[in-house]
């Protein structure tokens, strides 16, 4: 279930974010930023971090605030997905990583297969456009969506990276530890029901 205190955290910086961006009052400014320091508090509450190391990494936001893009790469082959090793936590995942700007979400995703696995991809389909929030993930200062494209491999061959220890290929019922943060069990699932139905259309939140 998720963390009903970072649920309020996550509103309470978008509405400062974007109180700041819009606001030229001084005394209303001045609300927005204690708002803000409201928010890195309760943030400090729930996750690793202190209110002043929170509250730089809000401060560096920028504009309306809206939800950040994470694209992740669905490949398989021969009935089994393509998960690589995050050497920051030492447990596996999809393949991807923010989507940059300047680049087109199939852009973004096969960049980062060929970063993080050494295979030169294709995407060909949109598999789910899903919110991070409604998963089951590990906390997150930011509200996200993620974008799931399937991709076909095209070249390469399996090479991890500075990011990445290992890469390998894992049938359903084989999965290794994941990391939750950035993968979950039931949105692996969800991408198995379109690996055996292709038609399926895309699932979204």
């Given at each position: 279930?998720?963390?009903?205190?970072?649920?309020?955290?996550?509103?309470?910086?978008?509405?400062?974010?974007?109180?700041?961006?819009?606001?030229?009052?001084?005394?209303?400014?001045?609300?927005?930023?204690?708002?803000?320091?409201?928010?890195?508090?309760?943030?400090?509450?729930?996750?690793?971090?202190?209110?002043?190391?929170?509250?730089?990494?809000?401060?560096?936001e920028k504009?309306?605030?809206?939800?950040?893009?994470?694209?992740?790469?669905?490949?398989?082959?021969?009935?089994?997905?393509?998960?690589?090793?995050?050497?920051?936590?030492?447990?596996?995942?999809?393949?991807?990583?923010?989507?940059?700007?300047?680049?087109?979400?199939?852009?973004?995703?096969?960049?980062?297969?060929?970063?993080?696995?050494?295979?030169?991809?294709?995407?060909?389909?949109?598999?789910?456009?899903?919110?991070?929030?409604?998963?089951?993930?590990?906390?997150?200062?930011?509200?996200?969506?993620?974008?799931?494209?399937?991709c076909e491999?095209?070249?390469?061959s399996a090479?991890?990276?500075?990011?990445?220890?290992?890469?390998?290929?894992?049938?359903?019922?084989?999965?290794?530890?994941?990391?939750?943060?950035?993968?979950?069990?039931?949105?692996?699932?969800?991408?198995?029901?379109?690996?055996?139905?292709?038609?399926?259309?895309?699932?979204?939140?």
């Amino acid at each position: 279930m998720a963390d009903k205190n970072m649920e309020r955290v996550r509103l309470l910086q978008s509405m400062a974010q974007t109180g700041l961006e819009y606001a030229r009052d001084p005394y209303d400014r001045d609300r927005y930023r204690k708002i803000l320091t409201v928010a890195s508090e309760m943030a400090a509450d729930s996750m690793a971090g202190t209110p002043g190391e929170i509250e730089m990494i809000y401060s560096r936001e920028k504009g309306y605030a809206t939800p950040k893009v994470d694209v992740r790469a669905v490949v398989f082959r021969e009935g089994k997905v393509l998960l690589v090793r995050e050497k920051s936590d030492g447990c596996w995942t999809l393949p991807g990583g923010w989507a940059d700007v300047g680049d087109s979400p199939a852009e973004s995703v096969t960049r980062e297969v060929l970063e993080e696995s050494g295979f030169v991809t294709r995407a060909v389909k949109v598999l789910a456009v899903l919110d991070r929030n409604k998963h089951g993930h590990t906390e997150n200062l930011f509200h996200i969506y993620k974008i799931y494209l399937l991709c076909e491999i095209t070249g390469g061959s399996a090479r991890p990276s500075d990011e990445t220890s290992e890469v390998g290929f894992f049938g359903e019922e084989e999965l290794p530890e994941l990391s939750r943060q950035r993968i979950t069990r039931g949105q692996l699932a969800i991408m198995f029901e379109h690996y055996r139905d292709p038609g399926r259309p895309a699932d979204f939140d």
